[in-house]
């Protein structure tokens, strides 16, 4: 891996028992870049975020984070590494408050960010910490679900589907929180179906296809490449 660099997928295969998903992933992701995985649904790029913790069957193949082969060891360990992962059905407690939901996980690495910069982040949060995980709305247990990999200090972070079905003022919300994010930083790979979303965000994005990358698109040469890309995507 060169310094820049904080995670490299090599050649990377998963299976769920018997079905083969990822036939051969490669991409690289550099430090503080926000990357996204575009393609159709089934295509495996949320089986791709799974796999780079673990979280599949069976995986072989590459996945290097900060210089370290994670191939081999266990999710918790992998988490340890500073990766955190934002899930499509987010995982909240739903008895416990959004604050505890925000404090108890213990800390993946040092760097967190304090409860009261995610408050400022997310001010949805502030008003309803009081609140039961089963009493949130679906934008508020998204930005819950974020801010909770934040504190325990994870610095490459992949957010699956986080704008799905939510309303267009949380879109622009989270939009910023991300941003923010970029700007502290923070490593992003992004699967992200609302493409109007992510193209505003990403300094590049990888085309997946029947669970490896077909295509790159560079940020800069993302106009003129819109009649390729959407050939892909379907839209």
């Not at 820049?4 to 028992?17: K, S």
């Not at 987010?90 to 939901?101: K, Q, V």
């Not at 992949?158 to 502290?184: C, F, H, N, W, Y």
Request: net charge neutral.
């Amino acid at each position: 891996m060169s310094a820049t660099e904080l995670l490299r997928v090599t050649d990377l295969h998963a299976f769920y028992g018997e079905s083969h998903i990822l036939h051969g992933m490669d991409f690289t992701v550099n430090r503080g870049e926000l990357v996204t995985l575009l393609g159709r649904n089934g295509s495996g790029r949320t089986t791709t975020l799974k796999s780079i913790l673990g979280m599949v069957g069976k995986r072989t193949g590459s996945v290097m984070v900060n210089g370290r082969e994670t191939v081999g060891m266990a999710p918790h360990r992998i988490v340890q590494l500073g990766v955190g992962y934002c899930p499509e059905e987010r995982g909240i407690f739903a008895s416990l408050s959004a604050e505890e939901n925000l404090t108890l996980l213990p800390p993946v690495g040092s760097g967190g960010l304090s409860v009261e910069e995610l408050y400022e982040m997310f001010p949805n949060l502030r008003e309803r910490r009081k609140s039961p995980g089963s009493r949130l709305s679906g934008g508020e247990q998204q930005m819950l679900a974020m801010a909770r990999i934040l504190r325990v200090g994870a610095k490459l972070l992949l957010l699956d589907e986080i704008t799905e079905g939510l309303a267009p003022v949380i879109v622009q919300a989270l939009g910023r929180a991300v941003r923010s994010l970029k700007e502290k930083g923070f490593t992003v790979v992004l699967v992200e179906q609302n493409f109007r979303f992510a193209s505003k965000l990403a300094d590049r994005h990888y085309v997946v296809e029947h669970g490896r990358i077909v295509d790159t698109f560079a940020r800069e040469d993302l106009e003129k490449s819109m009649d390729k890309l959407q050939s892909y995507l379907g839209v």
